[in-house]
């Protein structure tokens, strides 16, 4: 039998990863993804869920950072409505921090340094008579309203790496690249697959998106020797119980000059964070501490009436950034920005230190564009009109689309129909196809999760865990009971006991590349 040769391996399943697997596969290249856990398993699916710009970064004069980032945020906004959705928030002004002068000037930059079409321009409010003044304490009356995105970041990555599936590419989840070298003009790299068997493939080109363990994989697996590293940051949230009502967000800034996003979340619960905290040890361990809560509540404890402890918590959040090292000394200064190093010694291989989840699509892009013509492929840049899956809804409009739906499938709860549709999108009808009525989407496995969903989320979106359906493709773990979730990993073990995923998965390494 002939080696299998790919094209390119991209090694890392976060937001990066899949991106560049995307833009890879749209350009006609043979594409192998490696992911040794799920697909945003770790710092892609713990982020604070924003597309925006940074309007923070501009107090530390990170213009280009900023302007690249609202560039994006009006191409993602496009691609992907049913995932991603404007958002409104506020900013309660605490004139002990910022003066009106320097917010003014610093929304007005963000209102202009890019082309806005979807989202509404930035501007002062009265708290002591708009619906957001109500959950705050009294004192504050000055307030500022400004627009950015909201996305449900672990589907983002699952959505580009089910694009990249579709052209063409290659997508292996719980396989760890162990060990690569250059070997006659390609990489022969060993996989270890879900299985613990070792399987060998080539490679023409290699991207090491691996985030947080980039320098490592450079060291360890690659044997490369990097002009750049990354300081890891911990990023951490809490979520509590519903504290306000409406529809906004918030934005506080604090007395140590950072700032902390109060966001609704999963209708029931609002989402707060994100700590800055140096780290080291396993990124894949990674847990927020006893102290990293405190401050969370101790910082909204500042602006809302209602008080919350850390008993309140119902679920947290933390990831691990790989953020460029530079020389700021203060964790929420390092730039958000990313670099790519190539090393083109032989077979090229081009390695990713830092970014942030808004800049994903233009990174990949970059990436192509520098490797691409070192592998003879020299086609032109796409993604920037092309919605994701479910993303093609006309006009871009999501309420519309959803009330397309409701007349579509009455029979479905509408909360339920809801989640579907930001969701899946025009996938939905793919979801749904020939059901009629709620009996056809089989076994409701735990509250709002049945069988046809869960089947769909094994053989089309790489899921294979409890974890994986109830936290990264969906939040449903808010909303169910620990029993609930003990019954899904029951139905999941009959189902691998039937199906046997990791002998899948080793035969999609060994068919030959499109």
Known sequence: MDKLIYDLLVIGGGINGAGIARDAAGRGMSVLLCEQDDLAAHTSSASTKLIHGGLRYLEHHQFGLVRKALQEREVLLRSA????????????????????????????????????????????????????????????????????????????VVLNA???AERGATILTRTAVVAAARENGSWRVTLRTPDGQHQLVFARGVINAAGPWVNRLLGDVLEVTPRHSVRLVKGSHIIVPRLFDHPYAYLFQNPDNRIIFAIPFEDDYTLIGTTDVDFRGDPGQVKIDAAETEYLCRMVNRYFAREITPADVVATMSGVR?????????????TRDYTLELDDKGPPLVSIFGGKITTYRKLSEQVIDLIGPRLG??????????????????????????????????????????????A?????????????????????????????????????????????????????????????EAALERWLLSCQARTNPPAALLRAVQEPAP
């Open 424 to 484: 899946y999108g025009t996938r939905i009808h793919v979801l749904l196809k020939d059901a009629r009525a709620i009996p056809d989407l089989g076994e409701c496995i735990v509250p709002g999760l049945y069988e046809r969903e869960a089947r769909y989320l094994i053989e089309v979106e790489w899921a294979r865990t409890a974890e994986d359906i109830l936290w990264r493709r969906s939040k449903l773990r808010l909303h169910i009971k620990p029993a609930d």
């Open 377 to 422: 492929n020299h086609r032109p840049t796409w993604t920037a009109s092309a919605p994701l899956p479910g993303g093609d809804i006309p006009k871009a409009d999501f309420p519309a689309f959803a009330g397309r739906l409701a007349r579509q499938y009455p029979w479905l709860p509408a909360p339920l129909l809801q989640r579907y549709a930001r």
């Open 322 to 334: 790989p953020l460029v090292k530079d020389q700021a000394t203060n964790a929420s200064a390092v």
């Open 162 to 164: 089910l694009d990249a």
């Open 81 to 156: 409505p049913h995932i991603i959705s404007p958002l409104r928030f506020v900013m309660p002004h605490a004139p002990e921090l910022r003066p009106v002068w320097m917010i003014r000037i610093g929304l007005f930059l963000y209102d202009h340094l890019a082309r806005r079409q979807v989202l509404q321009s930035a501007e002062a409010i009265d708290l002591t008579s708009h619906i957001c003044g109500a959950p705050l304490r009294a004192g504050f009356q000055r307030g500022f309203v400004y627009s950015d995105g909201w996305v449900q970041d672990a589907r983002l």
